[in-house]
């Protein structure tokens, strides 16, 4: 579907919702719209401090390699498990 095919079908969606809406409230989401427009967005920087606690977290001193080449081995395919009965 073509961009403006898109936004005019959205803008058509939202006149509809915004219609049986009195004036004041549809002057009151115009003013909100035009602020949201011409006002500066801060962005927040992403607290990296939960991220950096887990940096190495898991390291045991297996190298990379080993620890793929111990993943290829235990997989298993059309194998069922043996279940141990209680």
Known sequence: MHTLTKTTNYADWYMGMLAPLSKEVKLDIISRLSESLTKKVERRKTDMSFFDGLNNSWD??????????????ARTSGVTRDLIEF
Do not use: K, L
Not at 60 to 73: A, S
């Open 60 to 73: 045991d001193g297996t190298p990379v390699e080993e620890e793929i080449r111990h993943i290829h081995e």
